[in-house]
């Protein structure tokens, strides 16, 4: 099986510009979850899909938002970049709910 | 709450053992364990269910004690590949997310 794969694996941005990052879940996992990783604040917790709705959300601003399609890909959208959204961005993705399974994550450089 | 790991670092010689504990004030669900190498995805390691289980596979194993809240991951005659972060997610019920504890760094030396 393959696994959870992730678009672009590098990203660089300027402040004020916009992002969308991609990822595709192991086949037949219904649920994404999106992370941020960052030196400081290890892995916070984004946002939570499955199939197509969100089902749960962490402290992030509204600049942070994503989504599911029916094909349990998902998109993670980031609006009005800041320096400090420089990180490790992760999804994982599972079944329904239990045993996570992560990407290789996409690192986004804001300057 | 993020679940708290201790310790936050540690360094060991090939060979010697280690525990890695996550301490969680809200009762737990489940705990999740992760291991990271630099520049690498989070790898599961293992999932304890609520009733103080234990687990283990190879030499790397571990416990889940409900009444404190704490899971404990135990480490033995490790080895060089063990080296990497370790985190714990932690679950609660009907939370339906994982909450990550802040990383416990393990170096192994030769």
């Known amino acids: 099986k393959a696994g959870v794969t992730q678009t672009p694996r590098y990203l660089i941005k300027t402040r004020g510009q916009q992002v969308t990052l991609s990822c595709s879940p192991i086949?037949?996992?219904?649920?994404v979850s999106w992370y941020q990783q960052t030196p400081g604040q290890g892995l916070q917790f984004l946002f939570e899909?499955?199939?197509?709705?969100?089902?749960n959300k962490g402290n992030f601003p509204g600049r942070f938002s994503g989504r599911q399609f029916s094909n349990s890909r998902s998109e993670m959208n980031v609006s009005t970049l800041e320096l400090g959204d420089s990180a490790l961005y992760l999804c994982?993705?599972?079944?329904?709910?239990?045993?996570?399974?992560f990407g290789p994550g996409t690192r986004l450089t804001v300057l | 709450q993020q679940p708290v790991q201790s310790p936050q670092a540690v360094i060991l010689r090939e060979g010697e053992d280690a525990v890695i504990n996550c301490s969680s004030s809200?009762?737990?669900?489940?705990v999740h364990w992760y291991r990271q190498k630099h520049g690498e995805a989070p790898v599961f390691l293992m999932i304890?269910?609520?009733?103080?289980e234990q687990k283990g596979h190879d030499k790397i194993s571990a416990s889940f004690n409900e009444k404190k809240q704490q899971s404990s991951l135990y480490l033995t005659a490790s080895q060089l590949s063990y080296s990497g972060t370790y985190f714990c997610?932690?679950?609660?019920?009907?939370?339906?997310?994982?909450?990550f504890g802040q990383g416990t760094r393990l170096t192994i030396n030769p």
């Open positions: 994982a993705s599972s079944l329904a709910e239990g045993t996570q399974y």
């Open positions: 086949s037949g996992h219904r649920s």
């Open positions: 899909y499955f199939s197509e709705t969100q089902r």
């Open positions: 809200k009762a737990l669900y489940s």
């Open positions: 304890l269910l609520k009733g103080g």
């Open positions: 997610g932690t679950e609660w019920k009907g939370a339906q997310k994982l909450v």
